[in-house]
């Protein structure tokens, strides 16, 4: 498989920035910038674009991201009149994307996360595709339908970007071995120093202050309150810390819920003047002000922010999952998700600058193997492998 100079569609659920769309605006940069490809956007489940998605879609020139109505792609193994329902709206979903997705001349599809990689797989014969593949990133949930069990046989490949995401495909279903790859992904974004002290001001930290922060969608697996419960405790005792939480709120009730929850807890706790709860604050601004960076949550695959904190030079906190492992060298750092272990580690680092710098020197040096180039050379083997 070669795959410059030619069209490329990336199939994302909604233009936000996640982890997963991080993941996706990384691909298109590279695909466009290193191999001459024309790519373009569709998204699943919602058209409403973020201010921060835009911005770095201007980056690699392109400004439009195709959204073509309501996601739809589920048959019930039961009669109802709800299912046949169901069936004549897929089945009428299925032919407006063939339409639109054949229209781009595409050679590949690279779906992000389970909805569209559903889709990739049930369409990309009809659309003059060559390739596509079911693209497992993070611990992403199955449906079980009966489309999902179809697309699942017809699925070339399975991509994970940890060892996690291959147990989870092959805990629900029977999938031959030779069908399964693990590729941890690349660090999606170039890094930019910013000025420290402009930032603290704009964001009304004190100087003095050290930063502690965690960058991370506002969803129940992501355990905000876990990390404002424990800085609150640390904060009785420490004086000289600021609490920072970046996130998207406007994908979901979910999400706004949470965010609503935790603007509440914020006020109840009384720490509004050391915690910043952002939404639709650039990446890049965040981890420029953090000293000490966390991600704590019940369920990660290779977590995209992870190496966006190591790119940074920035030691890591991070619940034990598989992927945060591979990529951390200080294990010492991986805890269990209680508040015990959480303020121990965050203690540690908060009174030893020393500590911060040499596991934020360790991370800085170990994300050199997450390239871009390497990832795109293991991706191409992968295909060819098959061919």
Not at 14 to 24: C, D, M, S
Request: aromatic share 10%; with cysteine; charged share 25%.
């Amino acid at each position: 498989m070669d795959l410059r100079n030619k069209n490329i569609v990336l199939i994302i659920k909604a233009p936000v920035l996640g982890g997963a769309e991080r993941q996706a605006i990384g691909f298109a940069k590279y695909a466009k910038q290193e191999l001459n490809c024309n790519v373009s956007f569709i998204a699943t489940h919602s058209g409403e674009m973020s201010t921060e998605f835009k911005n770095f879609l201007n980056e690699i020139e392109l400004d439009e991201v195709s959204y073509y109505g309501k996601f739809i792609l589920k048959i019930d193994n039961k009669f109802s009149i709800k299912n046949l329902k169901d069936i004549l709206k897929t089945v009428q979903y299925l032919i407006k994307m063939i339409y639109h997705v054949r229209k781009k001349k595409p050679y590949m599809l690279v779906p992000f996360l389970n909805p569209p990689s559903k889709l990739a797989v049930l369409i990309y014969k009809f659309t003059g595709a060559k390739y596509t593949f079911w693209h497992q990133l993070g611990l992403d949930f199955f449906t079980k339908d009966l489309l999902e069990k179809y697309a699942i046989r017809k699925t070339p490949l399975f991509i994970a970007n940890a060892d996690n995401g291959l147990d989870l495909i092959t805990n629900d279903y029977n999938v031959p071995h030779s069908k399964l790859f693990c590729l941890p992904q690349y660090i999606s974004i170039d890094k930019q120093v910013l000025n420290k002290i402009t930032l603290k001001n704009e964001f009304k930290i004190d100087q003095k202050d050290i930063v502690i922060g965690m960058i991370s969608h506002y969803r129940k697996e992501k355990l905000h309150q876990l990390l404002l419960e424990v800085f609150n405790k640390l904060s009785t005792k420490y004086n000289n810390i600021h609490l920072v939480l970046l996130g998207d709120k406007k994908s979901g009730l979910e999400t706004e819920f949470n965010f609503n929850l935790l603007k509440d807890q914020i006020k109840t706790l009384d720490v509004n003047s050391k915690v910043s709860l952002l939404s639709d604050v650039p990446v890049k601004k965040v981890l420029n002000m953090l000293d000490i960076a966390v991600l704590v949550s019940t369920l990660e695959g290779t977590p995209n922010v992870v190496l966006e904190y190591m790119l940074y030079g920035l030691p890591v906190v991070s619940t034990n999952h598989s992927g945060c492992n591979k990529l951390l060298i200080d294990k010492e750092m991986l805890i269990a998700n209680n508040s015990k272990e959480l303020y121990s580690k965050l203690e540690h680092l908060i009174t030893n600058k020393a500590e911060r710098e040499r596991i934020g020197s360790n991370n800085k040096m170990e994300i050199n193997e997450y390239s871009k180039e390497s990832y795109f050379k293991k991706f191409t083997a992968i295909f060819n492998s098959l061919d």
